[in-house]
C-alpha cells in the first residue's frame, strides 16, 4: 500500500484530487478524515498541511506526495521530483514599492527583507554577492514595507494581483515552481511507476485539443506540411470526391493560431475535442 500525501485544503487540494479521479483512482468523497484509502488501486492517501508534507517526506512518513516545488527547495528536501503535475504554477519574488527606484540586484545590499522563505532568499541573494538583512514572517508578507517593517519582499506570486494591491513591483525571480509528485529513496516499484504512468497521460492529455476538419484535396498537401500530430495526422476520404476528413491532436499553446491558419487554408467543419488520456 503507498502512502500518498496531498494538502488537506487550500490552493492545490482540489486540482490535485481532481488529478488523481482523473487517472483512475477511486477515492470516497472528502470529509474531515486524515486518511482514506482508494478502492481500486493500492494506495492510502494522507490529508495534511501543505507546510508539513516536505518534513514528513524526510522522514519517509509518507512514500510519495503532491506538493511545490517551492516548498521542497526551500526545505533543500532530498525527495526526488518524479513528475511534473502541470498546475499550481507561481514563482517566488522579489519585490520592492511600486515608488522605490530599482536599478538592480545591487540596490537591496543592506535592505530588509521580508519573507517565509528565507532558505531560497538567502541563497539567490548570496549567489548575486548581496548581503542583505532577512527578516522571517509566517504570512501576510506583502503588508511588511507598508508597516515599515521592510524595504522589500520575496513572496510567492501568481497573477501579481496581491503585489500591485500592495503598491509593490516585482523586480526579481528567485525560483519559478509548479505542482510535482515527490518521492522518498524507497518510493520504487511497479505500483509507483503506474501511478506516475497515470499522472503522465493525464498531463499531457491536458496540454493537447484533438482536432477534426474537412479539407478539399488539392489542399492537402500544404496543409498537412504544417499540421503537428503525435506521428502523423489521419487523413480519410470523405463519401464526397474530392474532399478528406482530417485528424489530429494539437498542443494547447498552438491551437487558436494553427486553427486560424487551418480556416484561411481551406478547412471546414473543425470539431475540437478534450483528450481524456494520452499515452505516446
Ligand atoms: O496551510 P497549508 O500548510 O496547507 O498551506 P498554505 O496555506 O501555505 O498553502 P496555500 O494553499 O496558500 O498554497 C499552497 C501552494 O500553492 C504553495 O506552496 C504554492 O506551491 C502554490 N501556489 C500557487 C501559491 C500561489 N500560487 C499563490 N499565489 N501559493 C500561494 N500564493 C499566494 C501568495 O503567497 C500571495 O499571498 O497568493 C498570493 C499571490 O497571488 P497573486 O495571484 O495575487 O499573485
Given at each position: 500500500m503507498i502512502r500518498l500525501a496531498i494538502q488537506k485544503s487550500g490552493r492545490l487540494y482540489e486540482a490535485t484530487l481532481a488529478l488523481l479521479r482523473a487517472a483512475g483512482l477511486d477515492l470516497p468523497?472528502?470529509?474531515?478524515?486524515?486518511?482514506?484509502?482508494?478502492?481500486?488501486?493500492?494506495?492510502?492517501?494522507?490529508?495534511?498541511?501543505?507546510?508539513?508534507?516536505?518534513?514528513?517526506?524526510?522522514?519517509?512518513?509518507?512514500?510519495?506526495?503532491?506538493v511545490g516545488q517551492n516548498l521542497l527547495r526551500e526545505a533543500d528536501s532530498t525527495a526526488r521530483e518524479l513528475e511534473a503535475l502541470g498546475f499550481g504554477h507561481c514563482r517566488l519574488s522579489l519585490a520592492v514599492p511600486a515608488e522605490r527606484p530599482y536599478a538592480g540586484i545591487g540596490d537591496l545590499k543592506g535592505a530588509r527583507v521580508a519573507t517565509s522563505y528565507p532558505r531560497s532568499t538567502a541563497a539567490y541573494l548570496e549567489g548575486r554577492g548581496v548581503r542583505a538583512r532577512l527578516q522571517t514572517v509566517s504570512g501576510?508578507?506583502?503588508?511588511?514595507?507598508?508597516?515599515?517593517?521592510?524595504?522589500?519582499?520575496?513572496?510567492?506570486?501568481?497573477?501579481?494581483?496581491?503585489?500591485?494591491?500592495?503598491?509593490?513591483?516585482?523586480?526579481?525571480?528567485?525560483?519559478?515552481?509548479?505542482?510535482?509528485?515527490?518521492?522518498?529513496?524507497?518510493?520504487?516499484?511497479d505500483v509507483v511507476e503506474e501511478l506516475r504512468f497515470r499522472l503522465r497521460a493525464v498531463r499531457d492529455a491536458r496540454s493537447m485539443r484533438y482536432v477534426l476538419f474537412n479539407l478539399p484535396d488539392e489542399r492537402l498537401a500544404t496543409v498537412l506540411a504544417d499540421l503537428p500530430g503525435l506521428k502523423s495526422p489521419t487523413v480519410t476520404p470523405l463519401a464526397e470526391p474530392g474532399w478528406s476528413s482530417v485528424q489530429t491532436v494539437i498542443p494547447e499553446a498552438e491551437f487558436w493560431p494553427k486553427l486560424g491558419a487551418l480556416k484561411q487554408a481551406g478547412a471546414e467543419g473543425m470539431l475540437v475535442l478534450p483528450v481524456q488520456n494520452l499515452v505516446p
Open positions: 468523497n472528502g470529509g474531515p478524515q486524515l486518511r482514506v484509502t482508494a478502492r481500486n488501486f493500492p494506495l492510502t492517501l494522507y490529508l495534511l498541511r501543505h507546510g508539513d508534507i516536505p518534513g514528513l517526506l524526510e522522514r519517509e512518513a509518507v512514500d510519495l506526495a503532491v501576510s508578507v506583502e503588508v511588511a514595507p507598508r508597516l515599515d517593517l521592510a524595504d522589500a519582499v520575496c513572496d510567492l506570486v501568481s497573477s501579481g494581483s496581491t503585489l500591485l494591491a500592495n503598491g509593490l513591483r516585482e523586480v526579481e525571480t528567485v525560483l519559478e515552481s509548479e505542482a510535482v509528485l515527490a518521492g522518498t529513496a524507497a518510493a520504487v516499484g
